[in-house]
């Protein structure tokens, strides 16, 4: 049973659009959670997080939405670049476990020029 | 500053054969993650090495076994391979938190 959930697998984004990432999950006891960025032949590499004491979580071009009713997170990157393009995956974890980081499918970002 | 490092990049194994993965964290990283990424998949969590001790644990069998040395590096091992086991195998390492540091990951394929 998959506690994290990427029903994206793929989404193409127009270069300086808006590109959101979805993402939901089903174990309550989550939260703390996180978005990878990964390219081909390369490990994911840690983009940001968000724990569940907040919605709302910012880095530059990224944002991350939580909303813990919904039990759905998303990933905003304004504006998309070309460079972004890679597959983004959405991670969780609870604190009685933080160690024990469960991902989700991973959703393939294309941003075309 | 290295980051993680994993060997070997690439290996192909029978079905039966035994394979062990290492991998070195990033300077100052003292806990160790596996992970298995199988096609079109996330990365799966294998287990977590902390103080040479096994601290968390994934749902895989007790074929993937593993083990950390006192420099902190560590060592993935899987016994009697099945094709099933032909996947991506990454290492992780973090300080503390589920924030973590990947290494480019070992292709392992079975045959």
């Known amino acids: 049973d998959q506690q994290v959930k990427q029903n994206s697998p793929s989404l193409s984004v127009q270069e300086g659009r808006i590109s959101i990432l979805n993402c939901d999950y089903t174990n309550s006891m989550f939260d703390y959670f996180l978005w990878y960025k990964k390219y081909p032949a390369e490990g994911p590499t840690f983009l940001i997080s968000?724990?569940?004491?907040?919605d709302k979580n910012e880095d530059g071009r990224f944002t991350v939405f939580l909303n813990k009713s919904a039990k759905h997170l998303s990933l905003h990157i304004v504006p998309s670049q070309p460079g972004d393009s890679a597959v983004y995956f959405c991670a969780a974890s609870a604190e009685t476990s933080y160690d024990k980081v469960i991902f989700g499918p991973g959703t393939s970002l294309s941003v075309i020029p | 500053d290295a980051g993680v490092t994993q060997s070997p990049t690439h290996l192909i194994k029978t079905r039966g054969q035994q394979v062990t993965l290492r991998c070195s964290p990033k300077s100052g990283h003292d806990t160790v993650s596996w992970y298995q990424q199988a096609l079109g998949q996330g990365p799966q969590f294998i287990f977590q090495y902390y103080e040479e001790e096994e601290r968390q644990r994934g749902n895989f069998p007790d074929r993937f076994s593993g083990h950390q040395f006192p420099n902190y590096s560590s060592e993935l091992n899987v016994n009697a391979l099945l094709l099933g086991d032909s996947a991506l195998y990454l290492c992780a390492s973090s300080e503390q938190g589920p924030e973590q540091y990947f290494g480019p990951g070992t292709r392992l394929t079975v045959t």
């Open positions: 968000i724990s569940s004491i907040k």
